[in-house]
């Protein structure tokens, strides 16, 4: 079992719908989180840190659930642009071991 | 601003022979790393570097081998390549934390390999 599970989709949403994904974590020692974005042939790059009290960056949430040990990621008023695979990563603290869940794709239609 | 530079970009092979990816970050990063990514599988950690003069397995170490030529380069060799080894791969780098541990992972452009 990876340490690191994702649903991988595809989430088929229309512009402007709300999406959430989630991401479940093996390890309980994990302390940080983070949530990427890949394109389509292209290389992951952040697209936000997963703080434990919760954050939002603009139409995008994450939320951190230590108890049920998982992370979700809201995105609000869906863009065309927001068509992507998103990534989720758990990180023990101070550890360098990334590992990477398997990724979440997702397609909003016009 | 190159930021993670890898070679080449495509490479083909025949089952039996050896090559190296290169990968190069003008950062100042501590930490490197190699994926590989393959249908469906998302990125699977091959080796990773925390700092420069050490290396460690990922969670698919077998066939590859690494070197952390300096603080800049982290190179990923395969002795002997097999179709299974067929993906693409990818290099990145990080900055180690105040408090230790590492933080955004900055990725290069991947290399597709082929392996006949």
């Known amino acids: 079992r990876k340490e690191v599970e994702q649903d991988p989709g595809p989430f088929n949403v229309p512009e402007g719908a709300t999406v959430a994904f989630n991401c479940t974590y093996s390890?309980?020692?994990?302390?940080?989180f983070f949530w990427y974005r890949q394109d389509c042939r292209k290389e992951p790059k952040l697209l936000m840190s997963?703080?434990?009290s919760g954050n939002e960056d603009g139409r995008f949430t994450a939320q951190l659930n230590r108890a049920s040990q998982y992370i979700s990621l809201l995105i609000r008023d869906s863009k065309l642009s927001d068509s992507a695979t998103y990534l989720c990563?758990?990180?023990?603290?101070?550890?360098?071991?990334?590992?990477f869940g398997a990724g979440t794709r997702l397609f909003v239609k016009a | 601003n190159a930021g993670v530079t890898q070679t080449p970009k495509f490479q083909v092979l025949k089952t039996g022979q050896s090559m190296t990816l290169q990968c190069a970050q003008d950062?100042?990063?501590?930490?490197m790393y190699w994926y590989r990514q393959d249908p469906g599988m998302g990125l699977r950690l091959i080796y990773y570097?925390?700092?420069?003069?050490?290396?460690d397995k990922g969670e698919v170490p077998n066939g590859y081998n690494v070197s952390r030529l300096n603080k800049r380069e982290f190179s990923l060799r395969l002795e002997s390549a097999a179709p299974s080894q067929t993906s693409v791969y990818f290099c990145?780098?990080?900055?180690?934390?105040?408090?230790?541990?590492?933080?955004?992972?900055?990725f290069g452009e991947g290399s597709r390999l082929t392996v006949l």
């Open positions: 990145a780098s990080s900055l180690r934390l105040a408090g230790g541990g590492t933080g955004e992972l900055f």
């Open positions: 390890n309980s020692a994990s302390q940080s």
């Open positions: 997963v703080y434990s």
């Open positions: 990563v758990a990180l023990n603290t101070g550890g360098f071991k990334t590992i």
């Open positions: 950062m100042n990063h501590n930490s």
């Open positions: 570097s925390a700092s420069e003069g050490t290396t």
